[in-house]
């Protein structure tokens, strides 16, 4: 038992401390400089990363092994941690692949020696176990504490092979009294560290991608409405003020080719509007379509020699399969850029680039939107028109001033009809075509039709689309109530909410079917010129317009009158 307490143990666990110390020290160097949590705990790696992990844990297994003294032609050492860090990581593989290596070397390095076959035995076992734990483990195998219990036993179990291998046992014995304590507490504590710090730098790095990827969807959310509209001085401006402020970036500017249309920070005073971009690196991501981080102030090329500009990210925007212009972040020696806000930029510029083809589809749309308003103008029911012109005629002998009124009437409602294609209106705009038609029809049906039109305070200047409201009072005039013999009631009502005009059609006429309802809210083609200007037509161009979000409600069923609900933002 005295023998446990050597003068060597004391002056082993010193040694072993410092070159702990400096092994740490250098797997935490190397993490932190590379991306090797990315190459971690995943079974799609690919085989160049296994064989990269391996090699890496590999050659530290072999500094382990030059980390203490030599004892009795013995030596003790940290590879334990090594190999043990290595199964947990990278798997199977990686720990096998690791062992191998180191062990491979302590036993080469001393063929037949007193304990050369034990050692390197051991340390292929460790780095097995632990790839094996972490095959059946999978995501929970990082884990500092089962690291821990991996080195004491895979440490317990290296001194009883040297027991058990080497030869001759009375030193083997002498051996193990003294190196077992210091390797066993220090590799111990040195997987778990190093498997600790692993799982610090993925978490880190998580959390950095987390906090750039909520970056980039601020800013993409806060540029939408600007970038929609397509590049122009406005847009660039804007957008260029919402990525100043987000991304904290001493300057930012926006081009659209050459020409800068927004340069907002630091060297604003001289990187005018409208110049033409001097740095050489923009006219090559022009050319390339290549992002470009330059860390060099000449080759931003500025004139100005009080220019406070150092460094600059350049990305292209793209449009199509074109350049269109360029997102530049600039740096400065008090405020130098890095690698994260080159990732910034270069999400921002794809964002960028989906946003800008938007305005395309926007243009189509409208476009879309213009021509199907056209085609509905020449759908207008000529027996509708017949029929006004007979009514009015009849009332020509008996009720002149009632003729006049309506003749009046007919006009209101075809110059709103043939003047609704020039995009938004005011909802006063459709009313007054619908009071037209309800006016029409009253004169025809009498008290088989009756109507009302209430209007909320403001809601009269909301802006609609044409020919939105007026057919679903058509439609509920002529399915809902003109089936029944003694007609019914048409209520129109509109008020505002939330940033939002809406409006309610309601009848309480012979109501419609199940099947009659998703034929309207159905999202379909838009109907053919046969099935004329319906609710089914109101709901799509809605649709087409705003989105899903904003399709019409319809409430309806058999002899129970229907209501129709829409909203229109502001």
């Not at 397509?230 to 919402?242: D, H, M």
């Not at 039109?453 to 689309?465: I, N």
């Not at 058509?474 to 809406?502: C, I, M, S």
Request: aromatic share 6%; charged share 20%; with cysteine.
């Amino acid at each position: 038992m005295n023998d446990f307490f050597n003068p060597q143990v004391p002056e082993l666990f010193l040694n072993l401390s410092q070159r702990f110390g400096l092994l740490l020290a250098g797997c935490f160097a190397v993490m932190t400089v590379t991306a090797i949590d990315k190459l971690g705990p995943r079974r799609d790696r690919p085989a160049w990363a296994t064989a990269l992990l391996t090699v890496l844990f590999g050659l530290f297994g072999v500094l382990g092994t030059y980390s203490g003294n030599t004892v009795f032609q013995s030596f003790a050492n940290l590879r334990g941690m090594v190999v043990v860090t290595a199964g947990l990581f990278g798997g199977p593989v990686v720990g096998v692949g690791a062992g191998l290596i180191a062990g491979g070397h302590r036993y080469l390095m001393d063929i037949g020696g007193f304990s050369a076959l034990p050692c390197g035995l051991a340390t292929l076992l460790e780095g097995a176990a632990a790839g094996f734990i972490a095959h059946r483990r999978q995501a929970h195998a990082l884990d500092w504490r089962l690291a821990m219990l991996l080195c004491l036993g895979g440490e317990a179990i290296h001194q009883l092979l040297v027991l058990g291998l080497a030869r001759p046992f009375p030193t083997a014995v002498a051996v193990v009294q003294v190196i077992a304590l210091p390797m066993i507490v220090f590799n111990s504590l040195g997987a778990a560290l190093l498997v600790q710090a692993l799982n610090l730098q993925m978490s880190y790095r998580q959390a950095r991608n987390r906090d750039l990827a909520r970056q980039i969807l601020s800013i993409a959310n806060q540029t939408l409405a600007h970038l929609r509209s397509g590049l122009t001085e406005t847009s660039a401006r804007a957008t260029a003020a919402i990525i100043l402020r987000e991304a904290q970036a001493p300057a930012v500017a926006v081009t659209s080719g050459l020409t800068i249309l927004a340069h907002l920070g630091a060297g604003e005073d001289h990187h005018t509007i409208g110049c033409e971009a001097r740095t050489k690196a923009t006219h090559k991501v022009i050319e390339t379509g290549e992002p470009l981080f330059v860390r060099d102030k000449s080759d931003i090329c500025c004139s100005d020699p009080n220019c406070p500009l150092t460094e600059a990210i350049i990305v292209p925007l793209r449009k199509g399969d074109g350049i269109l212009g360029c997102l530049k972040l600039y740096g400065t020696r008090r405020q130098p850029l890095d690698e994260t806000l080159f990732e910034l930029a270069k999400g921002l510029a794809d964002l960028f680039s989906t946003q800008l083809e938007l305005e395309n589809i926007g243009i189509k749309n409208q476009l879309l939107a213009h021509a199907e308003i056209r085609r509905l103008q020449a759908q207008i029911n000529p027996h509708f028109l017949f029929n006004s012109l007979n009514t009015i005629a009849s009332f020509c002998r008996t009720a002149p001033s009632q003729a006049r009124e309506l003749l009046l009437d007919l006009s209101r409602y075809m110059r709103r009809n043939l003047d609704s294609s020039r995009g938004l209106i005011r909802l006063s705009d459709e009313i007054e075509q619908t009071n037209a038609y309800l006016a029409i029809e009253q004169a025809r049906f009498g008290q088989r039709i009756r109507a009302e039109v209430d209007m909320g305070p403001g809601a009269e200047d909301c802006v609609t689309p044409p020919l939105i409201v007026q057919p679903l009072v058509e439609n509920a005039v002529r399915h809902g109530l003109l089936p029944r013999p003694e007609g019914g009631l048409v209520k129109l009502t509109a008020w505002r909410e939330d940033g939002h005009l809406l409006v309610e059609v309601h009848d309480d006429g012979v109501g419609m079917s199940p099947e009659q309802v998703r034929a309207i809210t159905t999202a379909t083609e838009l109907e053919s010129l046969s099935e004329g200007v319906g609710a089914r037509n109101s709901n799509q161009r809605l649709v087409q317009l705003y989105g899903p979000a904003y399709a019409m409600v319809v409430m309806s069923s058999p002899g129970e009158g229907t209501s129709i609900s829409l909203r229109i933002p502001q």
